[in-house]
């Protein structure tokens, strides 16, 4: 079974600057997370998805991230215009997402501002 | 505040020392997760506790949820250099199957 994909793996910008992370989820798992990672940190959900509509993006700075989930499979988390603390790893998770079940990680995109 | 403690925040074993990791919530949890990370990588799924006084084992690894549903702990039995890693707890906590993490343990096994 093909695992959560991501990409790109990393990305280097200029503050702001643009960028776009894509995830894969896993066939067939309806909930789709992003969270974001700053080093030395627990990941923090950013914002969580069941299928195309979105339960959850309180946690989303909405003045510069975007994100969305097209006929609710894959998704993409766009940065415009990032700054400097948004260096982090971001990653993306799936879920069977009927009740509590465990999610599995993508392999991330480490992005640095500089 | 941090509504997932995990401590302690690192730990330095020798090879073949036991330890244990904690997580401890300030609500009740619904679902308790505990996930290893590499540096810079994705997250693996190591074991998923609901019910209070559940215990799971994996290899070396054993993870227990108290009776409360409100504090976890993650043991590992003679470590080798190959469980270093950071892990982490992720927690529903009620919250429609949101996700919440701790900060992580940082553990070091030296050979």
């Known amino acids: 079974e093909a695992g959560v994909a991501q990409s790109p793996r990393y990305k280097i910008i200029e503050k702001r600057q643009s960028v776009a992370f894509w995830c894969n989820p896993i066939?067939?798992?309806?909930?789709l997370y992003w969270y974001q990672q700053i080093l030395g940190q627990g990941p923090k959900l950013l914002i969580q998805?069941?299928?195309?509509?979105?339960?959850?993006d309180s946690q989303l700075p909405k003045d510069r991230f975007s994100a969305e989930r097209l006929k609710g499979v894959d998704s993409t988390l766009k940065i415009q215009p990032a700054k400097l603390e948004d260096s982090a790893v971001y990653l993306c998770?799936?879920?069977f997402g009927t009740g509590n079940t465990e999610a599995f990680f993508g392999q991330g995109t480490r992005l640095t501002v500089v | 505040s941090q509504e997932l403690e995990q401590s302690p925040q690192s730990l330095i074993v020798q090879e073949g020392k036991n330890l244990t990791i904690n997580c401890t919530s300030s609500?009740?949890?619904?679902?308790l997760y505990w996930y290893k990370q590499k540096y810079g990588e994705g997250l693996i799924f190591l074991m998923m506790?609901?019910?209070?006084?559940e215990e799971k084992s994996h290899e070396k690894i054993t993870a227990k949820l108290d009776e409360k549903k409100q504090q976890s702990s993650l043991h590992i039995t003679a470590s080798q250099p190959s469980h270093a890693g950071i892990y982490l707890c992720?927690?529903?906590?009620?919250?429609?199957?949101?996700?919440?993490f701790g900060k992580g343990t940082l553990l070091t096994v030296n050979p």
């Open positions: 998805f069941q299928n195309n509509g979105v339960v959850d």
């Open positions: 998770a799936s879920s």
């Open positions: 609500k009740t949890l619904y679902g």
């Open positions: 506790l609901q019910k209070g006084g």
């Open positions: 066939s067939g798992h309806a909930t």
């Open positions: 992720g927690a529903d906590q009620g919250s429609n199957y949101k996700l919440t």
